[in-house]
T-cell receptor, first 113, second 117 residues
Framework: KAGVTQTPRYLIKTRGQQVTLSCSPISGHRSVSWYQQTPGQGLQFLFE???????NKGNFPGRFSGRQFSNSRSEMNVSTLELGDSALYLCASSSGQGMGGYTFGSGTRLTVV | AQKVTQAQTEISVVEKEDVTLDCVYE???????LFWYKQPPSGELVFLIRRNSFDEQNEISGRYSWNFQKSTSSFNFTITASQVVDSAVYFC??????????????FGKGMKLTVNP
């Protein structure tokens, strides 16, 4: 069974630009969650998608958005990038039917300069 | 509010030493799940264990063991005879399932373990 695939692995962007990150979940998993990891704030929940619908959203500004496609692949977008958006972005997939069972990808490391 | 506290931020030990990672949680839920994840330098979060609130039995898996005590809201993790490969950041997490059917993980700040040869 293939794991969770996140692309790209590394990204460097300039302030004010926008960026799109991709996450392909484990086959059969319908839930994809996104987390931001920074040295200061640690791991924080961004949002969760289940069957193409956003089910939950963390406390992040509207510049952070996402979507999920019919094949369960998910993308997250950050517009008008700020230096503080530099972070490791992790996605996790699960069946979405019960507690836990989260499998994480290796993450996308975004650097905003 | 749901909260996970890992008081230790960094520990350094010598190979073969035992080390315990502390985790204290807060929740008003009677049903909840607790997790431990390992994050090696590659960045991926590796699942170690899930424990539900109704199962207070301690668990052992090889050199790893977990002590869950509801009375003190703690879920501590012990590595016996540590090895260099255990060097990583370890996170304790709690599931918050109050998002209308959705679940999200609430993480502690993490504890960096360095095992020196």
């Amino acid at each position: 069974k293939a794991g969770v695939t996140q692309t790209p692995r590394y990204l460097i962007k300039t302030r004010g630009q926008q960026v799109t990150l991709s996450c392909s979940p484990i086959s059969g998993h319908r839930s994809v969650s996104w987390y931001q990891q920074t040295p200061g704030q640690g791991l924080q929940f961004l949002f969760e998608y289940f069957s193409e619908t956003q089910r939950n959203k963390g406390n992040f500004p509207g510049r952070f958005s996402g979507r999920q496609f019919s094949n369960s692949r998910s993308e997250m977008n950050v517009s008008t990038l700020e230096l503080g958006d530099s972070a490791l972005y992790l996605c996790a997939s699960s069946s979405g039917q019960g507690m836990g069972g989260y499998t994480f990808g290796s993450g996308t490391r975004l650097t905003v300069v | 509010a749901q909260k996970v506290t890992q008081a230790q931020t960094e520990i350094s030990v010598v190979e073969k030493e035992d080390v315990t990672l502390d985790c204290v949680y807060e929740t008003r839920d009677t049903t909840y799940y607790l997790f431990w994840y390992k994050q090696p330098p590659s960045g991926e979060l590796v699942f170690l264990i899930r424990r539900n609130s109704f199962d207070e039995q301690n668990e052992i898996s090889g050199r790893y063991s977990w002590n869950f005590q509801k009375s003190t809201s703690s879920f501590n993790f012990t590595i016996t005879a540590s090895q260099v490969v255990d060097s990583a950041v370890y996170f304790c997490a709690l599931v918050d399932n109050r998002g209308g059917g959705s679940e999200k993980l609430v993480f502690g700040k993490g504890m960096k373990l360095t095992v020196n040869p």
